[in-house]
């Protein structure tokens, strides 16, 4: 699936922390693979101060990360239950409609 940094950044904010033992391996497996590698933090000049981060054009660049069945799972339930519990914020909407707008749209 291609995600920008920002899509990357905020599915790392959505992840669960806890879960069975598959389901925590899936996610950390999921975050090695969204988290900006050190190559990523020179090229797109990425700087954190605090929760908030900010980084030059190049980080709007779509990057394909390999998201499994099992994973893409996970990161639906986690927004479905942020929706419903009217957690969502607007840096949310584009992960949304990636994975669960996508999804009933697969379903259909």
């Not at 693979?33 to 000049?45: K, Q, T, V």
């Not at 980080?59 to 390999?66: D, L, V, Y």
Request: proline letters at 3%; a negative charge.
């Amino acid at each position: 699936m291609e995600l920008n940094l920002k899509d990357r950044i905020v599915l790392l904010n959505v992840l669960p922390r806890q879960g069975d033992m598959a389901t925590v391996r899936i996610v950390r497996d999921l975050q090695n693979s969204l988290a900006p590698s050190e190559e990523e933090f020179r090229e797109f000049e990425i700087k954190q101060d605090g929760n908030q981060y900010a980084w030059n054009e190049k980080g709007m660049a779509p990057k394909e990360i390999k998201i499994g069945a099992r994973a893409r799972q996970i990161v639906v339930d986690a927004l479905t239950t942020m929706d419903k519990a009217k957690q969502l914020t607007a840096d949310h909407l584009s992960v949304y409609e990636k994975f669960v707008e996508a999804k009933h749209d697969s379903d259909s």
